[in-house]
């Protein structure tokens, strides 16, 4: 198994009562799969998968990568790790402005520069060539529409080949039609490069194209009705 979460809490302190978001998310999933992961505003989806991606930490239960508990980690190989092995897509792009299509697509790579920049460049090409912007390299995010941003932002996230995939609503912001294709793009390139995938979306016409669905109920995961 690959990424395991064992009983996983979240805790949020307030004023008052402490606010319990996530109350034991227990998940397998295995190099290759992919998981939609559905629920209601405020449920915790983006909480669960700030945990996953190492972004955040649970107040108490585990999360394992191959075998390894990432939070064991100091910081700056936590954050070493995070930039390797997990790539993240938002529901904004999160693209620089001032930088080209292929620049952002190397973004990940100047924060552990180390000497093969030719090849990650051929790399980052094939892959904007893949998402369908061959012809918009040195464009700016600008000069996109909002689902060719969103593609832009796949690319980025599959830079370092990462084991784990993670998308927060990445159509959230996109007509349907655009916000398919983004997605059909993230299953395709899942299959392709054998990553863990897991995509939460409010659209269950999305969520029907991922072999597992799985939704956010009072702090748990259960399966899609
Ligand atoms: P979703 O992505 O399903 O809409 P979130 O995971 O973003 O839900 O948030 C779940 C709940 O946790 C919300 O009620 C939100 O206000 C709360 N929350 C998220 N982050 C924090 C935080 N850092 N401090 C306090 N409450 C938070
Ligand atoms: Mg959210």
């Given at each position: 198994m690959t990424l395991c979460a064992t009983e996983v809490c979240k805790t949020y302190p307030t004023r008052g009562e402490p606010l319990s978001i996530l109350r034991g998310v227990s998940l397998t999933l295995q190099r290759g799969e992919a998981l939609a992961v559905m629920g209601p505003s405020g449920s915790g989806k983006s909480t669960l998968l700030h945990i996953l991606g190492t972004l955040d930490r649970p107040t108490s239960g585990t999360v394992t990568l191959e075998q390894e508990d990432?939070?064991?980690?100091?910081e700056p190989q936590l954050a070493e790790f995070r930039n390797r092995r997990i790539g993240f897509v938002f529901q904004d792009h999160h693209l620089l402005p001032q930088c080209t299509v292929l620049e952002n697509v190397l973004i990940p790579t100047l924060v552990n520069r180390s000497g093969q920049i030719e090849a990650l460049e051929a790399w980052a090409r094939q892959l904007l060539e893949r998402v369908g912007l061959k012809e918009r390299m040195q464009h700016r995010p600008a000069e996109l529409s909002g689902g060719e941003r969103q593609r832009v932002a796949v690319a980025r996230a599959l830079i370092h080949q990462p084991l784990l995939l993670l998308a927060d609503e990445p159509t959230g912001n996109l007509d349907r039609k655009s916000a398919l294709a983004v997605a059909e793009l993230l299953l395709e390139l899942h299959r392709q490069q054998n990553t863990i995938l897991v995509v939460v979306t409010h659209s269950a016409e999305l969520a029907r194209l991922f072999p597992q669905r799985m939704e956010m109920i009072d702090g748990r995961l259960q399966p899609v009705a």
């Open positions: 990432p939070f064991r980690l100091p």
